[in-house]
């Protein structure tokens, strides 16, 4: 049996060695199976070129008629309070948003065409931004400082 480095410990779990545990392992197999984890099937939906009239109740009423919406949200200006031209759609069961996708994009609402896709994953945009700087924008590196 293979030992730990610093004590006499066995350095593989109990059901590793010789065949001790066949069952417990066989047995946890099971459980993680497919068919025992139901898979988060809700779907978001990028909804661009919006007019600025649209409403989310408009949106929800144009998604509704191929599924269940869950939201319906128009992404507004921080400071204003405008429509900034998009939103998202959640739907629960992505077959339904799949065919919203496929018959509402390019579609008109309240006179403009919209631009209807999946939503992808928000990119990270890393921690406080911003350019550094020294004094007056120069930089001790490489050199002699100020004073």
Excluded: C, W
């Excluded at 197999?29 to 990028?46: P, V």
């Excluded at 921080?78 to 948003?97: C, H, I, L, T, W």
């Amino acid at each position: 049996m293979i030992t730990g480095f610093l004590d006499d410990t066995p350095a593989y779990p109990a059901y590793r060695q010789a065949g001790a545990g066949r069952d417990l392992k066989i047995r946890d197999s099971r459980l993680f199976q497919k068919s025992h984890f139901k898979r988060r099937e809700t779907m978001n939906i990028y909804v661009g070129n919006l007019s600025f009239d649209v409403s989310e109740e408009n949106l929800q009423t144009a998604f509704s008629a191929y599924g269940q919406v869950s939201s319906a949200t128009i992404v507004k200006d921080k400071y204003s309070g405008q429509a900034r031209g998009f939103g998202f759609v959640e739907m629960p069961d992505s077959n339904e948003a799949r065919t919203a996708i496929a018959n509402l994009n390019g579609k008109e609402l309240n006179g403009r065409q919209m631009n209807v896709n999946e939503a992808r994953p928000r990119a990270d945009r890393g921690g406080s931004g911003g350019r550094g700087g020294g004094r007056g924008g120069r930089s001790n590196f490489g050199g002699r400082g100020r004073y």
